[in-house]
Nanobody, 124 residues
Framework: VQLQASGGGLVQAGGSLRLSCAAS????????MGWFRQAPGKEREFVST????????SYADSVKGRFTISRDNAKNTVYLQVNTLKPEDTAVYYC??????????????????WGQGTLVTVSS
């Protein structure tokens, strides 16, 4: 499985972006997908995860209500809509995938495949 993240950029505080992660190689619809981020000087942290259906999503408390994860199985793509961005959201955002039935999907060790990351920079 190969993952290609895109959509990052420079945005002012309060702005929005839509991150995308395109997957190839295997049956995408069966995969749990996740987004993580790593800020400068910090460890990578969980942001959001989605199972095969959009009914099953979860978010880190720091982004709840501002970020929305979704997926289009026909396009083999998962999205992360990031709204009301804050300077502390500045980070490299990584998408991840696993075909295993893991729970809760909030730990790096649960994922087998990782994308290269896309940088989001939020200016104040």
């Amino acid at each position: 499985v190969q993952l290609q993240a895109s959509g990052g950029g420079l945005v002012q505080a309060g702005g929005s972006l839509r991150l995308s992660c395109a997957a190839s190689g295997r049956t995408f619809s069966a995969f749990r997908m996740g987004w993580f981020r790593q800020a400068p000087g910090k460890e990578r942290e969980f942001v959001s995860t989605i199972r095969w259906s959009e009914r099953f999503t979860s978010y880190a408390d720091s982004v709840k209500g501002r970020f929305t994860i979704s997926r289009d199985n026909a396009k083999n793509t998962v999205y992360l809509q990031v709204n009301t961005l804050k300077p502390e959201d500045t980070a490299v955002y990584y998408c991840a995938a696993t075909s295993r039935a893991v729970y809760p999907g909030q730990y790096e060790s649960e994922y087998s495949y990782w994308g290269q990351g896309t940088l989001v920079t939020v200016s104040s």
